[in-house]
């Protein structure tokens, strides 16, 4: 066989080897979880808590916080990024307690005390489950869901297929397979990757409003990412952005959250175009 035929050989086999790797490897990429012991006692400061565990379809026990005030106005079903567990996230509930919202956040499987095998199928099973439960005791109307990257996907899933007040998303990507091309952008993802998360295509099928705040400044998941977003529903989207805001950080700059209290004390009115220059030219 002539040298060149021997380094394409070469050349596909690490190709394929590469593949393989990335797509029965991929969960330690896309997933950063801090397991807690079971006997692990959560404590956040001037915050009531009640921990919780539901048991799954497949007998694996999903762990969550609720954040409870003194007269809810309505909950907040928090879904969050891809790292550590709840323990660290929990102190992002006083952003919603504050303005009288109970928030319930959970682990997603094999995070904090949240047991099970991992794949897109269970997470948004999972995600079913407790919204079913939170119905029970909550009318629609009052859910919020509030998805932060990772769970910005699963948030718009979640609202895709229920009738929740709102959807807000907190630097949400296109879709998580877009995201993993600016790294390995010579790979067949759409074969490798088992964590797709096509935002893009669930976000079409929302009903209720919906709110999507991201950083001008976010390197990991580009403010472009969310424009493209918000003009697959422009009907029911509107667009916040932070100047100078990051990935991480969104929660240290004072319009973060101007734009939350607005958002969540948001109430759906239709516009009134009378009088206004709507449709004028500016020819004339």
Not at 17 to 33: H, R, T, V
Not at 39 to 63: G, I, K, M, S
């Amino acid at each position: 066989m002539p040298a060149w035929g021997i380094t394409i050989l070469i050349v596909l086999a690490v190709y394929a080897g590469i593949s393989i790797a990335i797509y029965y490897l991929q969960e330690y990429f896309l997933f950063k979880p801090e397991k807690l012991p079971r006997d692990f006692q959560f404590f956040y400061e001037n915050q009531q808590v009640d921990e919780y565990n539901l048991e799954t379809h497949d007998d694996a026990v999903v762990n969550g916080l609720h954040f409870k005030t003194s007269q809810p106005k309505g909950v907040v079903l928090y879904l969050k990024g891809n790292s550590k567990s709840i323990k660290g996230w929990g102190k992002f509930a006083v952003d919603f307690t504050r303005h009288g919202y109970d928030v319930i956040m959970f682990d997603y499987r094999g995070f904090g005390k949240s047991t099970g095998r991992r794949s897109q199928k269970g997470i948004q099973q999972d995600l079913q489950m407790i919204y079913n439960e939170v119905k029970k005791k909550v009318e629609e109307k009052y859910i919020i869901l509030y998805g932060r990257s990772l769970g910005s996907g699963f948030a718009t899933k979640l609202a895709s297929v229920n009738n929740p007040r709102m959807l807000i998303l907190e630097s949400p990507y296109y879709s998580l397979k877009k995201v993993a091309a600016q790294f390995v952008p010579f790979m067949p993802l759409s074969l490798a990757l088992r964590f797709p998360l096509p935002t893009y295509k669930w976000i079409r099928y929302v009903k209720c409003p919906i709110f999507i705040i991201h950083g001008t400044n976010d390197r990991l998941i580009p403010l472009a990412s969310s424009v493209k977003l918000s003009q697959i529903n422009p009907d029911r989207t509107r667009l916040y952005t932070v100047i100078g805001g990051g990935h991480k950080n969104l929660n240290n700059f004072p319009p973060y959250h101007k734009m939350l209290e607005e958002i969540i004390h948001y109430k759906e009115a239709p516009i009134n175009l009378e009088g206004s220059s709507y449709q004028k030219d500016h020819k004339q």
